[in-house]
């Protein structure tokens, strides 16, 4: 047992540290409960549940720093709750393996696209919201929101690069958006875990512990370092959810 919580605490510890920096932490502590001999459905909704502590946790600190854009992600909010609620109910009677090939062909552009344009999201070329942008924002928010719900792998790397492409952000504002995004759709699908009882605490509340404290060291290290650490790490961490998709795959 205390082999157990070693295991998941470091390994929680560090996939929260990277979730803070660039997303992808699902990509470690999910195995790493998995590797103890959680049951799946049991490991699904304890990570959900300990990745749900240390984004709010995360995206606490990023609001604390003034790296949240509250104009914009006030209207993002609600949307990404309705789209990931609608998500959650539509998984449940609809497969979800057709996405995996288009998931697999987007977040490997996005990791290309990314790697090959040098100076993308290294400085914050944001010049104000227009109702054009809002909106696309908005549906940006409601799709990914759905799909979090629905199937979730990538679903950090696609927020961050929306935040860039879309409004100009650097890696950092748009980390720290993304964030925000993600552990309202987090706590959504967190919510229908815990009305099902598949949440097992004895290793989630330690396990959240060490993320909690992992978020804030990833977080820290972000601002302090800002977008020449965030960008090798989100395009490190797009191109191991791509590959952990071809693992499934083949």
């Excluded at 240390?54 to 006030?74: C, D, E, M, Q």
């Excluded at 227009?130 to 990538?154: E, I, K, R, T």
Aim: charged fraction near 10%.
């Amino acid at each position: 047992m205390w082999l157990h919580l070693f295991i998941i605490c470091t390994l929680g510890f560090l996939a929260a540290a990277v979730d803070a920096i660039a997303g992808g932490g699902g990509l470690i502590s999910l195995p790493a409960l998995l590797i103890v001999g959680v049951p799946p459905h049991l490991a699904l909704g304890t990570n959900k549940f300990s990745a749900s502590m240390a984004s709010l946790n995360s995206s606490i600190t990023f609001a604390r720093s003034g790296k949240v854009h509250f104009p914009l992600v006030k209207w993002q909010i609600p949307l990404t709750l309705i789209g990931a609620l609608l998500g959650a109910w539509t998984v449940l009677s609809v497969s979800s393996a057709f996405l995996s090939k288009a998931v697999l062909v987007l977040i490997l552009l996005v990791g290309i696209y990314t790697l090959l344009h040098k100076n993308l999201g290294l400085e914050n070329k944001f010049k104000g919201l227009d109702s054009l942008h809002l909106v696309a924002g908005c549906l940006f928010a409601l799709a990914l929101g759905f799909y979090d719900g629905f199937f979730g792998p990538g679903t950090g790397s696609f927020l961050i690069f929306s935040f860039i492409a879309l409004f100009g952000f650097d890696f950092v504002v748009a980390s720290a958006n993304s964030k925000v995004l993600n552990f309202t759709s987090n706590f959504t699908s967190l919510l229908l875990f815990a009305w099902n009882g598949k949440i097992l605490l004895s290793l989630g509340i330690p396990m959240a512990l060490f993320m909690i404290l992992g978020s804030q060291v990833g977080t820290r290290l972000a601002l302090r370092h800002g977008a020449e650490l965030v960008k090798p790490i989100f395009i490190t961490m797009s191109l191991l959810v791509a590959a952990k998709l071809i693992y499934q795959y083949i």
